[in-house]
């Protein structure tokens, strides 16, 4: 394993478990109410994009970490369009 290599797997490591914790979340709670659709649309078929380029490349920093992502960014989405149309959290006040 190269130096640069060793970077890549370090680099896949730290993204994907940062996003753990909010996947996590998300999953207990069913609260999509702070998720953008746009946003989180946008960044799953992103994630999807990096995984077909890491698998275009055999880069497999790059495919084990954007696997695991696009897993969970799915299933996020997924929870977002389901459970998007259900009133969640504090509810706003109509100004006077």
């Known amino acids: 394993m190269t130096t640069l290599d060793l970077i890549g797997y370090c680099a896949a490591f730290l993204t994907t478990v940062s996003f753990v914790p909010q996947a996590l979340m998300t999953f207990r709670t069913r609260n999509v109410s702070g998720i953008s659709l746009g946003m989180y649309t946008v960044f799953t078929v992103g994630v999807g994009m990096w995984l077909v380029y890491g698998i275009a490349l055999g880069a497999w920093p790059l495919i084990a970490a954007n696997t695991v992502t696009f897993s969970l960014a799915l299933a996020i989405l997924i929870m977002r369009i ?15």
Do not use: A, K, V
């Not at 389901?82 to 006077?96: V, Y």
């Open 82 to 96: 389901r459970f998007g149309g259900l009133r969640q959290g504090p509810q706003r006040q109509p100004m006077p």
